[in-house]
């Protein structure tokens, strides 16, 4: 039976808001799935512009009630639809009676037919859209039961099995029987006759095909049998009746399937038999098998790089990975003029400015150390190189567990054909795109993980095959992790067996996204794992495909994000994009290309992929914010990879006939590797490409390779002290957040890490206010803020871990948002600002700012260098000829705060900005995109060893203000901008969603378009420092010295488009630049 319509399954709270908001209507109220409490529900009602939520949860008998306060006697009803239909009634203790339901929409029914990939066919519709079916029993129940609503109520428990078989044909047999011939078999029942003619001819035309199978099935099985046994062997009703009978029947088929059985279960006792009489007989001794013992791992080949050392002078670096030796050879010389070994080496420094130039930083003795600069052949050369030293570091080391693992990603549809013999192109990273160089293509990684879709291998038969061919190219035996499949939809992850013992909490999960979410030839299978202290997670998936059906993959990836149960337990109230150290996304994602066929071919045979990738829909929406929030993407330099004529790699083909007409298949990016990291977390894309020699499928297989820094399982080095002094401890100053929501809840914030003995919780927020409609601003002080206490207090240690925070309704305890926050910049005796983004299942919901400190006992700070930080980067060769300063000088323009991802450019809320009294309609100042940084604060006594200097959110400082004139100048919104200036420009609206956004405050005005200019959501953060009239209190991260002059200000730029006047600016700036700059010198103690 179907739901009550204004039940909406599991929707997110966000969605319901935005429901109820459209609605309008005071009394206007729908019903959830409650997102805390497993089998509760969420009555979601607006009044006053405000959603209430109240929770209805289930006790031991199954009644339901809607939660109450303490002491007040809850109502219990056997139904939902009875509850909701009493609280229909007034006076029933809600702020308002349920007036009017807000229906879901009807799903469509052909949503996923598209038969352009070749996937398996559908099963027509399951479900007609007649009938008066309404809630009842539980939310469901129908109306006085006729033979149409039999029909209906068995369509819809047919449509419930549907997931658990790939039989979609069988399944349209019998939704064609339920629809149309059950009715005339219950009126043969009505008058005594108990045959179900109907059911027998469906079953009969659904299992033809199963007859000419067992007919051959039989004839090899018979014949196998008389092999052994010819006199024992059953003469088969197959060949009384003729190999294809004219009209078979049910006897007829079962009689097949119980000789099937008999000769399956007899024939393996026969062959056993008859070897062991002849072995007896003729006094055969068996041969002994010798055991085949793999082959050793290859070594790894002496390399060469040809390189130019100064400005003419040519030389060739040699590197032995096995000896730990690297040799430099002047050109025409016999003999090496240096050789350095592997311990003498301190540093790789990779130029960016050059992407062939590397700095090689080296001990020449006790006393000093030597620098050498090698240009390469290229920057292929130049990643091979520094791979090599890297690993050859990473072989010679003393380390008992690795810092840096190398994982390798592939995902192909295969286009439900066998693979070609050999795969080395796609396991050795070869082909079109970024690659691997044929020197260190065949070193084998730590982690493969394979996803494909249209596999129609079994899934042993799949999973030998792939580690045949490792085998073959690695000489290593690889061991299976994992296997997950849904259908055709498969991932398998295999590890080097140096790693087996240290994958941990293997986890496996599938959800469907075909035809209403119940048949899996598409969605996506999810496996996760700790490797060692780090966790991991991949997800290879199929997404709707169709050019047009952009919002339907939107929605698939939705889904996924929702139903995959991966990760820590303790965590699945996160988001999934939060649960993990590192996550991998991959598959047949299917976005497409919006542009004419002859144009994208055009592009093509160009190379110009930049202006393809424009109109790239999967990069829209990611822009958008409508999918993959804050993952990254390397960058495309491959052509599309869908949809090549099968045989070769020379033509796409882009026409699809069908019977209803010809089928556009533009060429596109269909298969992608996304990933998504925990901030301050070391991984780095070494490549990212597809093969040109696989043509199998009508898609190339797409491979991506990187570099992850792992944590191993802690040992501190002393045993922990008992005094508070010697225990580490985390703080917080204070914590404001802005929350996308109608609620008028108070919250409180509950806190997750792998470093604390269990989750701990605040107490309720201490203010709030909800003056921009649709917008919630919450505020923690220290008062109401726990003081963690991590299980191990070593500076080492804490410099890996991190804080998932999640903000929580006191009504609900549902979830308004969660972020995670990296404790490595948190580290100090001071309290360090922190922002970050708030997400629930996959959106974007808010923002987060504070201040906290991490205080580490000083006999536990010690720490060691990581491999990963070996190599380092320059971003200009003239750096290091920048004139050092007397006094506290001013930092490099920083892209993004650490605990930051990179900025996406989207969501642009002008609430969040109107907030802090900045006007929405002024659009950024690239000039001021970032707070400037003085490095006073990381003086040599706050740095960690092997730890980079903690770079820190700061405000404006005076040093800025010192140009003040023109600066002033070009903060006004009059101020004319010529394209060459590095002030403020104007967005059109074709600009926006397009630009990078910097974490920029400084908006301008831009009359001429009626769009969204402001930024994302975060950014505001960044406006309070430029307008604050008054610096704010410490303890306090946005609270000004003066309440009621901060409430002035706001009512007035709420009211205006103009810049605050320039007093507002000069006065905020110049009281903050003491601030920060007496700060600045205070050291770590």
Not at 142 to 150: D, F, R, V
Not at 426 to 438: A, F, I, M, V
Not at 925 to 947: F, M, N, V
Not at 952 to 976: D, I, N
Request: proline share 6%; net charge neutral; charged share 25%.
């Amino acid at each position: 039976m179907t739901a009550a319509s204004w039940y909406h399954r599991d929707i997110s709270r966000v969605v319901a808001e935005d429901l109820l908001a459209k609605a309008g209507k005071d009394g206007c109220f729908l019903v959830r799935d409650s997102e805390s409490v497993s089998g509760a529900y969420a009555l979601c009602l607006l009044f006053q512009r405000h959603v209430h939520t109240y929770r209805i949860l289930p006790d031991e008998e199954g009644l339901l009630s809607v939660q109450t306060i303490q002491g007040i006697q809850a109502k219990c009803f056997r139904t939902l639809t009875d509850l909701i239909g009493a609280y229909q009634q007034p006076n029933n203790g809600l702020v308002i009676p349920l007036l009017y339901p807000v229906n879901r929409a009807r799903e469509p029914v052909d949503e996923d037919s598209d038969g352009e990939d070749g996937g398996a066919s559908h099963p027509p519709s399951l479900v007609p859209h007649s009938g008066n079916i309404v809630g009842s029993t539980s939310g469901w129940v129908s109306a006085q039961p006729n033979k149409a609503q039999i029909s209906q109520q068995l369509q819809l428990r047919l449509q419930e099995q549907v997931h658990s078989s790939p039989a979609s044909d069988f399944m349209g047999f019998m939704a064609e029987y339920l629809s149309h011939h059950l009715q005339l078999d219950l009126e043969a029942l009505r008058n005594g006759n108990l045959q179900l003619r109907h059911l027998s001819t469906a079953l009969v035309t659904a299992c033809r095909g199963l007859h000419s199978e067992i007919d051959f099935t039989l004839a090899g099985l018979e014949t196998l049998a008389k092999v052994f046994d010819p006199p024992a062997s059953p003469r088969s009703p197959v060949r009384e009746q003729g190999l294809l009978a004219s009209d078979p029947d049910l006897e007829l088929l079962l009689s097949k399937i119980s000789t099937v059985n008999h000769l399956l279960s007899s024939l393996e006792k026969k062959v056993l038999k008859t070897l062991q009489e002849t072995v007896t007989k003729h006094k055969l001794a068996l041969p002994s098998v010798a055991v085949a013992h793999p082959p050793a791992a290859k070594p790894m080949a002496v390399q060469n790089f040809e390189v130019k050392v100064g400005k003419t002078q040519r030389a060739s670096l040699t590197v032995d990975v096995e000896s730990g030796t690297m040799a430099i050879t002047k050109r025409g010389c016999s003999s090496p003029e240096e050789t350095i070994s592997q311990d003498k080496i301190l540093q790789l420094i990779k130029y960016q400015s050059m992407q062939s130039k590397v700095r090689l930083v080296y001990d020449r003795d006790q006393h000093r150390s030597l620098t050498r600069d090698f240009i390469f052949q290229n920057a292929r050369k130049r990643e091979a190189f520094c791979q090599l030293l890297q690993l050859m570091k990473i072989q010679h080391s003393n380390l008992d567990e690795p810092d840096l693992i190398s994982v390798y990603v592939g995902t192909w549809n295969m286009g439900s054909a066998p693979p070609p013999r050999s795969m080395a192109s796609w396991l050795t990273s070869r082909g079109l795109g970024r690659t691997q160089d044929e020197t260190t293509a065949g070193i084998p990684h730590d982690i493969y993980v394979i996803g494909t879709q249209e596999n129609s291998l079994g899934d042993r038969e799949w999973v030998e095959f792939l580690r045949a061919s490792l085998k073959t190219l690695m000489s290593i035996d690889f061991r299976v992790v994992a296997l997950q499949c849904l259908w055709s939809i498969k991932i398998v992850v295999l590890v080097k067996p140096e790693h087996e013992r240290r994958i941990s909490h293997v986890n496996t999960s599938s959800v469907k996204t075909g035809i209403a979410n119940t048949l899996g030839n598409k969605g996506a299978v999810g496996v996760s794992f700790l490797f060692n202290g780090t966790s991991f997670g991949f997800v290879n998936c199929h997404l709707a495909s169709g050019s047009e059906k952009t919002h339907r993959r939107n929605q698939n990836y939705s889904d996924i994000l929702r139903s995959l149960v991966l990760g820590d337990k303790r965590l699945s109230s996160f988001d999934l994009t939060l649960r993990f150290t590192h996550l991998f996304w991959f598959g047949d994602l299917n976005y497409r290309l919006d542009m004419e066929v002859q144009d994208i071919l055009a592009h093509v045979n160009k190379k110009e992929f930049e202006a393809l990738l424009a109109v790239d829909q999967l990069t829209l929406e990611r822009e958008k914010n409508k999918v993959f929030l804050r993952f990254s993407e390397e960058d495309i330099s491959f052509p599309p990879t869908y949809r090549y004529e099968r045989g070769s790699r020379d033509n796409y083909v882009w026409q699809k006939f069908k019977t209803t007409g010809v089928r556009i298949n533009v060429p596109s990016w269909c298969d992608r590797i996304l990933w998504k990291s925990r901030p301050e977390t070391h991984v780095l894309c070494n490549s990212y490409g597809c093969t040109d020699d696989i043509v199998t499928s009508d898609h190339s297989p797409v491979f991506a390779t990187f570099e992850v820094g792992v944590t191993s399982q802690f040992v501190p080095r002393k045993a922990p002290g008992s005094s508070a002094e010697s225990l580490a401890c985390i703080e917080w100053d204070s914590i404001e957040v802005i929350v996308k929501t109608a609620s008028r809840s108070k919250c409180y914030i509950e806190f997750h890490s792998y470093c604390l003995e269990e989750s701990q919780r605040s107490g309720e927020n201490s203010s709030q206010s909800s003056d921009i409609p649709g917008f919630l601003k919450l505020s923690w002080s220290a008062k109401q803020l726990p003081v963690l206490s991590p299980i191990l207090s070593d500076l080492e240690y804490l410099l890996d871990q991190h804080l998932l925070l999640s903000i929580k309704g006191m009504d609900s305890c549902e979830s308004y948002g969660e972020c995670c926050i990296a404790m490595r910049s948190m580290i100090g005796s001071l309290a360090q600002q922190f922002e970050t983004f708030l997400f629930h299942r996959g959106e974007e919901t808010g923002s987060m700012r504070g201040w906290m400190k991490v205080r580490v006992p000083k006999d536990r700070r010690s720490t060691r260098e990581r491999l990963y930080e070996w190599i380092s980067f320059e971003t200009d060769e003239t750096e290091s000829d920048v004139p050092t300063f007397s006094k506290p000088a001013l930092r490099a323009i920083r892209s993004r705060p650490l605990s930051l991802p990179d900025a996406a450019s989207s969501y642009t809320n002008p609430a969040y900005f109107i907030f802090e009294g900045v006007p929405n309609t002024w659009a950024q100042c690239p000039s001021l995109s970032e707070p400037p940084y003085s490095p006073a604060s990381d003086t040599q006594a706050d740095r960690h060893p092997g730890h980079s200097p903690c770079r820190r959110l700061q405000s404006l400082t005076g040093a800025q203000a010192a140009s003040s004139s023109k600066e002033q100048l070009q903060r006004s919104p009059h101020y004319p901008v010529s394209e060459t200036t590095s002030c403020g420009h104007q967005l059109s609206l074709s600009q926006i969603g397009r630009h990078k956004r910097p974490k920029s405050a400084i908006l301008t005005r831009d009359p001429q378009t009626s769009g969204d200019c402001s930024l994302t959501a975060l950014h505001m953060a960044w406006c309070l420092s430029d307008v604050d009239s008054e610096p704010p209190k410490r303890g306090s991260c946005l609270g000004p010295s003066q309440p009621e002059g901060r409430k002035n200000l706001l009512r007035h730029t709420r009211s205006a488009l103009e810049p605050p006047p320039q007093s507002c600016w000069e006065g905020a700036r110049s009281q903050r630049d003491t601030r920060r700059l007496n700060r600045a010198g205070e050291k770590y103690h």
